[in-house]
Nanobody, 115 residues
Framework: QVEVVESGGGLVQAGGSLRLSCTAV????????MAWYRQVPGEPRKFVAV???????KYEDSVKDRFTISRDNAKNIMYLQMNSLKPEDTAVYYC?????????WGQGTQVTVSS
């Protein structure tokens, strides 16, 4: 059983920053990519950013110039540095780890951006 745990959410004012962390309890060599998604009530979970084993990353357009995804492969920790936060970034942020074709999800961490 793979355990994925997010942390770092909280309340921040618009324009502020937060850093989310995601730890995957798994063999690092088995993880092909890790990603962040977010969800607001009543809407489906939406892609935010992904980072692949080779370091390539991709972002959803609305966060591209504000968020940075990174990964410490040795520690199996992924980060999402979020700058210039906006109220519309308010959501529950979920992390997943892709292992042998299966996505393993964490429980999510709440990010609230006040205006």
């Amino acid at each position: 059983q793979v355990e994925v745990v997010e942390s770092g959410g909280g309340l921040v004012q618009a324009g502020g920053s937060l850093r989310l962390s995601c730890t995957a309890v798994a063999n690092a060599n088995d993880i092909t990519s890790m990603a962040w998604y977010r969800q607001v009530p009543g809407e489906p979970r939406k892609f935010v950013a992904v980072i692949h084993n080779g370091g390539n990353s991709k972002y959803e357009d609305s966060v591209k110039d504000r968020f940075t995804i990174s990964r410490d492969n040795a520690k199996n920790i992924m980060y999402l540095q979020m700058n210039s936060l906006k109220p519309e970034d308010t959501a529950v942020y979920y992390c997943n780890a892709a292992i042998w074709g299966t996505l393993h999800w964490g429980q999510g961490t709440q990010v609230t951006v006040s205006s």
